[in-house]
């Protein structure tokens, strides 16, 4: 069984589009977290929710909406596409209540054409 | 062979080797800390951990060593094998509320035949 996954896998969309990209955790845990790989393979940290609840929101443009319909699944809806967009989203969750490491999905590779 | 982190962030090393992976992160306050692994086409993988009352961890084959006075963090990989060729990201956690993971730039770990 996969812990966190995320769909799909790869995305091809034009400018100025609007994509979803899913994420669903099996492993139970309270938080979830979208973080965004670039070029270079810096990891940044974009949104964290606990139990469904909004906990951190780095400086991400409000194109980016992260919704929680429940605590094992955080959707990111992009809005209105551009170039610089284009990245690997990785989904991941960790236990809350004690240091643990989080689990990552296998990645969104997002290309913005 | 030893790489320092974000100066030197490819690392190649002969087949049955020892590696040493370094990392220096940023905030005094962290007390815990992970070290991931990330193949090309996927997620970062946890591979050891440790917390900040301790200096050393060992696992199978690898060792992290934490030196809060410096903030600096080592990943120490024994007898390096072809499968061991990656990314290696430090992390570093802040506890409080807003639990999140701060990664490092990562160094790419090539590991020659």
């Known amino acids: 069984d996969t812990a966190v996954s995320q769909t799909p896998k790869y995305l091809v969309t034009q400018m100025g589009n609007d994509k979803s990209i899913k994420c669903e955790q099996n492993?139970?845990?309270?938080?979830m977290y979208w973080y965004k790989q670039d070029s270079k393979k810096f990891l940044k940290i974009m949104f964290s929710?606990?139990?469904?609840?909004?906990?951190i929101n780095e400086t991400v443009p409000n194109r980016f909406s992260p919704k929680s319909p429940d605590k094992a699944h955080l959707n990111l809806h992009i809005n209105s596409l551009e170039l610089g967009d284009s990245a690997v989203y990785f989904c991941?969750?960790?236990?809350?209540?004690?240091?643990?490491?989080?689990?990552f999905g296998q990645g969104t590779r997002l290309t913005v054409v | 062979g030893e790489s320092v982190g974000l100066h030197l962030p490819t690392l190649s090393v002969q087949e049955g080797d020892n590696s040493i992976i370094n990392c220096a992160y940023s905030?005094?306050?962290?007390?815990?800390f992970i070290w991931y692994k990330q193949e090309s086409g996927k997620g970062p993988q946890f591979i050891i951990d440790?917390?900040?009352?301790?200096d050393k961890r060992q696992g199978q084959r690898v060792t992290v060593l934490l030196n809060k006075t410096v903030k600096h963090l080592s990943l120490q990989i024994a007898a390096t094998q072809p499968g061991d060729s990656a990314v290696y990201f430090c992390?570093?956690?802040?506890?409080?509320?807003?639990?999140?993971?701060?990664f490092g730039s990562g160094t790419q770990l090539t590991v020659l035949p």
């Open positions: 492993l139970g845990h309270d938080t």
């Open positions: 991941a969750s960790s236990q809350v209540g004690g240091n643990s490491e989080a689990f």
């Open positions: 440790i917390r900040s009352n301790m």
């Open positions: 929710y606990n139990n469904k609840e909004l906990i």
């Open positions: 905030n005094s306050a962290s007390d815990y």
């Open positions: 992390a570093e956690n802040l506890s409080g509320s807003a639990r999140q993971l701060t």
